[in-house]
């Protein structure tokens, strides 16, 4: 895929994981796209790696959009840990 496919796929794959996580972040929708592009190559990494598979094979194939939400989902959560904490500082 190429680099304008990646940053569609994670800015898509970041709004389905808010959606599968509501609540109030602290970054906004613009920090929860970023991590949806980090989280689609988090998840195609983690495939690879744990699974042995190529994870990443299409935009319209159904295990490119697994990996990637389960990566934006990883991200979002570590970074509502991370800056959980700040917010009632």
Do not use: E, Q
Request: hydrophobic share 60%; net charge positive; aromatic share 8%.
């Amino acid at each position: 895929m190429g680099i304008i496919a990646w940053i569609i796929i994670g800015l898509l794959a970041g709004l389905i994981a808010k959606a599968l996580m509501p609540g109030k972040d602290p970054g906004g929708i613009v920090i929860t796209m970023f991590i949806g592009i980090a989280g689609g190559l988090l998840g195609g990494w983690l495939g690879k790696v744990i699974l042995g598979v190529d994870s990443i094979d299409g935009f319209f194939d159904l295990s490119t959009w697994i990996a990637v939400i389960v990566g934006s989902l990883i991200l979002l959560v570590l970074y509502r840990v991370i800056t959980g904490n700040r917010r009632h500082a």
